[in-house]
């Protein structure tokens, strides 16, 4: 387990999504991502809810916006370095906007992204 502040993990989220080439994330819309402190259920590092881009249609108007959660608590108690903290909450971050832009757990699995 790693003890990181959640003012430091914020910022690794933020950093994640920096390194999230420019080209991708100007077509995310109507998302928040929100670091939370305790996943719903034992194990989960993130969570997407929200409809996909790829499933909204001429109809998808007045929503609430799509969630992604990051887990600090749970990312932190799987790692065993400060590193494994970083590459952990980049892959997390990926993954969940991955799920955001309609990819599923199937295909980010085969590109190695589960």
Same mark, same amino acid.
Request: glycine residues 6%; hydrophobic residues 40%; contains cysteine.
């Given at each position: 387990?790693? $003890?990181?502040?959640?003012?430091?993990?914020? $910022?690794? =989220?933020?950093?994640?999504?920096?390194?999230? *080439?420019?080209?991708? +994330?100007?077509?995310?819309?109507?998302?928040?991502? +929100?670091v939370?402190?305790? *996943? *719903?259920e *034992?194990?989960?590092?993130?969570?997407?809810?929200?409809? !996909?881009?790829?499933?909204?249609?001429?109809?998808?108007?007045? =929503?609430? !916006?799509d969630?992604?959660?990051?887990?600090?608590?749970?990312?932190?108690?799987?790692?065993?370095? !400060?590193?494994?903290?970083? $590459?952990? =909450?980049?892959? +997390?971050?990926v993954? $969940?906007?991955?799920?955001?832009?309609?990819?599923?757990?199937?295909?980010?699995?085969?590109?190695?992204?589960?």
């Amino acid at each position: 387990m790693v $003890e990181i502040s959640r003012r430091e993990f914020e $910022e690794l =989220v933020a950093d994640a999504l920096d390194s999230i *080439p420019e080209h991708l +994330t100007r077509y995310m819309d109507n998302v928040v991502i +929100t670091v939370a402190e305790d *996943p *719903p259920e *034992p194990g989960l590092l993130g969570l997407y809810e929200g409809v !996909p881009l790829t499933e909204r249609g001429d109809f998808y108007s007045g =929503v609430l !916006p799509d969630q992604i959660f990051i887990y600090w608590r749970e990312i932190c108690a799987i790692c065993e370095t !400060p590193e494994d903290v970083v $590459e952990e =909450v980049r892959i +997390t971050v990926v993954h $969940e906007i991955a799920h955001h832009f309609g990819i599923d757990d199937d295909r980010l699995h085969e590109l190695g992204w589960s």
